[in-house]
């Protein structure tokens, strides 16, 4: 667990860590509210993270054994303390009186600030916009330095992970600072378990260490006091004497405007008697402009649509407590407040499921496909003409809704930041430095600009490598401020490894500049910086411990910012570092990795036959290819072949509402599922002479000596080490025997299993049909072969080569590899997040009219009802007599798949209208049923798998789901009780549907 670490010694703070954070204090925990008060000097409108921020204000409190809270800005030489009753002061008052009043009580809090000087042991923590902070990667890298733990409170990571919903221009202003931070971070608080997947997710992908992040939900309530009213006031007390519908949230395309406004349209052009006005209560935000005008051009909607902003608390409370109810069509979202506030308020929310909502609401929410305006029309209407239904989920919410107060989230907080100090110091085996890209030029300045992508990339955060010794980034360049100035990077992972700095120097005066430069590996140079032109200079030396590069660039003759300017100075536009090793082709370990981190394990007891190897490949990148003809031509290349069609995801069909708030509650706190306009997520892989795993467990997984291309996860979570393979807490290690004895096999080879081979919904639903798009896609045209591992063979339920021939691959070469490992002459795969999630339906339609048409000759009328029984312990129906009394009748006939042939269960499936079965892999022959089969799948309640489901959307079956209770057993693997009564009513809705 990533706890503090031991601060290294510098000339300005103490350096011991076996003691608390400085003698005779407790440590502090410094809450950084720089962002909220230089927001609130614009404007009084306020959004989510600044409404969380002051309700922190409002509720932290020091623990009597923990550490103390101290309010802080960013200001001139570092960190300032505001006092906490100035700042209640202004907090209490957003939305209330003028803005040049609120200004003003802001200036006069900044004026009375007291420096700060941090300790190591304390603790800081940016808890909003952080990235609106000038420098804020410069700045917070210089408190960790100092030994200060950092902490972030993160909101969600969405404009790294969905940056459609951002302005273009938004990578240097919003995503790098917020990478940047994010790669310095000792641990993370975030507000629900989706924000913590994605970040997990996201420190995967980027290569960053694993660090501790705690889910913090948020609170519901707003705060009970008096307002003296808004300037909207007139406004709102004009809205409270008729029906109105709420929308809370700041205005900006993510929030789904459009939606709202075609479902009033909608209602209008139905020629409703009584339509409610829609109140938009938030002040305005990006990309709406066009949405905004058509709202003007219909006068909206002859005054049906009411936009608010600026409002108090007092006056959005009234707005909760005299709404009909409120509606939250978001795309995505990191929690939802307004969701919460509404059910806080006893109101019914008609919200999507969209990432973290389902986490505020549960199934107290009222779910609407944010992609189908005629669901949320639907929904919405029935709510306003039965108002007893209104009145009895009104009751429900009030009565049943868990309210949770900010009080409680603000201790929650607290638990959280002492669990971060009592955990064991970590010790810092070099300073934070950001990881910076090889080979491309980093410009330094206020007017660096690029896109989302290029900032999680690192393009942008050249600044952030000038750690000590410089001013302010200028339009372009970062002036040296003292006499020592120091640039300080990480180049990938290996030490010692040769490194080419490029710098662009510019002057400015009426005499040269002298500059020393001097690497921390011993290389020097002294260089002289005519005013005028840009100079360009190099510098060569090796990298340190950690793949770190620190150079340090000293002015004789500078004087200090504090002295008189000096008539020359000068300037850093920019670099770039090249490593000649990578460009020669030798592996590097380069890649993006936290500061503060060991880059390179040390060696394990009993190691020294044993080779690194990472669990992210860090090589060269891959080819990117934008077509199939250059992704046959170029060997280590990537190809995405997803089709350009948008499958509309549907949900499944349920017998009642709590079933489908269930379902909507699991699967949007699976990660990556969506519903609706689901693009594909499909690309075709290529990597010459890999090693590729062979044995028991992790089959499958692609590795060379720069790390694991595929599978590298089953690796980790394998139940054992095998002789050949060792796991520890820095990594994976291979025999290097084992490596030398893998067993040549030249040629290009499909590998489209994984260590889940043994599992026939794994084999079939993700391994041949991989296998068949890629025989499918470019099997003659690289003269492809099938691979397949020995240890298929081990405890086989089925036959692994009678399903290739029955599944028509018998035609493919084939080649029998023994554990350990092969090496292959190449290796060619499918990359997706997820197989069944990501393959286009298009590529599952075809195989399964390349089955059919294989079969045609055998198969009967289509006319099997099928009820499928389990044999093993798991998922068992423990009243399966009642499900079959009530089925049979109907003509279902009870089958037991294991052991069955898989071309007798390929025909069976063929041949079904109807199948019933609980969740278990022999659902996986729904690949084989034709479009139009009705299915219904018992699920486990503890958790939602999507996999049957996703094949019923691409095949077009008509999918039902109906969620049971566990009984004997452990989990999703325990015995399921169905209810016969929702079975009943859930066949009826499909039966009736032929």
Known sequence: MSGRREARPTASVATSRSRPAGEGRCPLLYLDITDLLSHLRLTRAVSGIQRVQCELIRHLESPPQGPEVAFTVFGEGGLRMVAKPQLLGIVDRIGAGSASKLRSRIRTVLEGTVPVTVRPGDLFLATGAFWTVAGVGRLVGQLRDCGVTLGVFLHDILPISRPEYFEENTGNRLVRPLVEVLALADFVMTSSNYNREALAAYRRERDLPSIPIHVVPLGHDLPKRPGRGTEAGDAVAALLRSPFVLCVGTLEVRKNLPYLFNIWKLMADAGRPSIPTLVLARRKGWLVDDILRQIEACSHLDGRIVLLHDLSDRALDLLYRHCLLTIFPSFDEGWGLPVGESLAHGKICLASAAGGVPEVGGAFADYIDPYNVRDGYARLVRYLDE????????????????????????????????????????????????????????????????????AVLGHLSG??????????????????????????????????????????????????????????????????????????????????????????????????????????????????????????????????????????????????DRTFVAAVSSSAPVHGVGSLAAFLRVPHSRWRCASEATLYRREPIFADSSDRRLFLTRYRNAGSARLGAVPDDLALRRLRDPYVSMSRYTEGAIFDGSGFAKDAGYVEVAPKDAPWLTRTSTGIRVRKEALAEAPPLDGAFAIFFNGNLHNYYH????????????????????????????????????????????????????????????????????????IMEGIPAAHVRRFQRRIASRYAERRGPRDKRLLIRRLGPTRAIDNFEAVEALLRPRGFETVQLEGTDIEDQILLFQRAEFVIGAHGAGLANLLFCEPGTRVIEFMPAVEMR?????????????????????????????????????????????????
């Open 387 to 454: 108002p007893e239904r209104r009145a009895e989920r009104e009751m429900e919410i009030a009565e049943r809704f868990p309210l949770r107060s900010w009080r409680n989230c603000a201790a929650a907080i607290m638990l959280g930041v002492t669990a971060e100090l009592q955990a064991p110091p970590k010790p810092s085996l070099s300073p934070s430095a950001i990881s910076l890209p090889p080979n491309i030029f980093l410009q330094i300045g206020r007017r660096v600009d690029g896109s989302a992508r290029e």
């Open 946 to 994: 999507p996999f049957f489901w996703l094949i019923s959307e691409k095949l077009g079956l008509r999918h039902a789901m109906q969620f049971c209770t566990g009984l004997e057993g452990t989990g999703f693997q325990a015995s399921l009780h169905v209810d016969i009564d929702r079975l009943r009513t859930l066949y009826g809705l499909l039966d009736g549907d032929r």
């Open 463 to 608: 600044d952030a490598a000038c750690v000590s010794g410089w001013g302010v980034p200028q339009a372009a360049g970062i002036a040296a401020s003292a006499p020592l100035s120091v640039l300080r990077f990480r180049a990938g992972r290996a030490p010692r490894a040769t490194v080419v700095i490029v710098f662009r120097f510019s002057a400015s005066g009426s005499k040269a500049c002298g500059i020393d430069m001097r690497a921390a590996s011993g290389a020097r140079r002294q260089v002289a910086i005519e005013p005028g032109a840009d100079r360009i200079v190099t510098l060569s030396c090796e990298s340190e411990e950690d793949g770190l590069v620190t150079v340090f660039l000293q002015t004789p003759d500078q004087e200090d910012v504090r002295s008189p300017p000096r008539r020359s100075a000068w300037k850093l536009k920019g670099f770039l570092y090249i490593q000649p090793s990578v460009l020669a082709g030798a592996p590097s370990g380069a890649g993006p990795q936290a500061s503060g981190a060991p880059a390179t394990p040390a060696p394990a007891p009993g190691a020294a």
């Open 763 to 834: 084999w079939v639903a993700e391994g041949l049909l991989a296998l068949d798009v890629l025989t499918q896609t470019v099997g003659q045209s690289l003269g492809l072969r099938i691979a397949l591992p020995r240890t298929m063979d081990i405890d086989a339920a089925f036959d692994h080569r009678a399903s290739l021939a029955a599944l028509g691959f018998d035609a493919w070469p084939v080649v029998e590899a023994p554990p350990p490992m092969a090496r292959v002459g190449e290796a060619v795969w499918l990359e997706s997040h997820d």
